[in-house]
């Protein structure tokens, strides 16, 4: 089904090229654990040749960090809907979505694999993290624009993403919408607090 | 290193297996991610026959799971100080310490590996936290003997133990002493509220 999709996907040859390539990273990632496969492995399985992947992405780890970001980015927007209460509620259901499908864990397995993969590994893995933390930030930003008192990223990071994560981790699903408002009331109630004076 | 050690561990040469086989476990998920080996492959890397594996644990599941409660059960005890302040204080930063190590992903690393395993791998992950949310329940019930409010054992899965894996996982470390004592203040505050009635 999956390949079906990314086999339809608009935008001509170069998109489609990416796509196959990156559901095929994901893929043998999760299949064989980072390291345990070459360019060439993923080449085959996309159904392109070698030189196209070293031409595009250089190397299997920034290949890597490219699929990680992406995964990242495209799967969870960050909601603009004019209260830092929503927008966090939209943020945390639409994570929540994401982590509990089929490749749920595959963010978490590319950031493992990058903090895997040495010096190389580790600067991809921060790019992807830095591109996550400046989207929170904005929406934060937002927040504070408006005469809200919004949390740090890390707060979000700390008390709403690492909870989510954690529970689909070691399965403890599924994440229901009583759960995830709870964290973000916790959060706003310890980050953000309207009457009471401490 | 570690090979050393655990060869001369004491206990006999049941115990000497018992941790050679395990090591090995932990390095094959590492390196090849779980469903990649055999118990084929542990017996070799163990020095022992498939037979003593086989006899003793019976399947790759249930020697995953035995692995996976040992490193939990015996690399962070809980301690037992007299105060839910300072065993929290205690417990996290043993924690930190453990993760922060050469084998830090390992919990994390079997984990995910018990989720992908099917039913069996479920069952094998569901008795390791069972094991640690009864070890943390301990410590929460002695606090409500004492006449103190802890939080609930979710509670510290949800807010000291999934930041500090998360951060380990996406290479945001150093796990700073202050910032483990902010995780347990924020904890304390939300759950066990000394003086602000709400």
New interface residues.
């Given amino acids: 089904m999956a390949e079906d999709n990314t086999v339809r996907r608009p935008g001509g040859r170069s998109a489609r090229v990416r796509a196959a390539v990156h559901h095929a990273v994901t893929e043998l990632v999760?299949?064989?654990?980072y390291?345990?496969f070459t360019i060439g492995d993923v080449a085959t399985r996309a159904g392109v040749a070698d030189s196209s992947i070293y031409r595009r992405w250089g190397s299997l780890e920034s290949l890597t960090s490219d699929v990680a970001v992406t995964l990242l980015t495209t799967s969870s927007p960050i909601p603009d809907t004019g209260s830092l209460d929503s927008d966090l509620r939209g943020y945390a259901a639409g994570v929540a979505r994401d982590i509990s499908g089929p490749d749920g864990?595959a963010v978490?397995?590319l950031?493992?694999a990058?903090?895997?993969g040495g010096a190389i590994g580790?600067d991809a893995?921060?790019r992807f993290?830095d591109e996550r933390r400046r989207q929170i930030q904005q929406m934060l930003d937002r927040a504070a624009t408006r005469g809200e008192k919004p949390p740090a990223a890390l707060d979000i990071?700390?008390?709403l993403?690492?909870?989510l994560?954690?529970?689909i981790?070691?399965?403890?699903g599924p994440l229901t919408p009583d759960y995830i408002d709870s964290?973000v009331d916790?959060l706003l109630?310890?980050f953000h607090p309207k009457s009471?004076q401490?």
């Avoid at 981790?169 to 403890?172: A, I, P, R, Y």
């Fill in positions: 999760a299949e064989n654990g390291g345990n864990l978490l397995r950031a493992m990058l903090s895997q580790a893995r921060d993290i990071l700390d008390h993403l690492a909870p994560y954690i529970r981790l070691f399965g403890m964290l916790r109630a310890a009471v401490r």
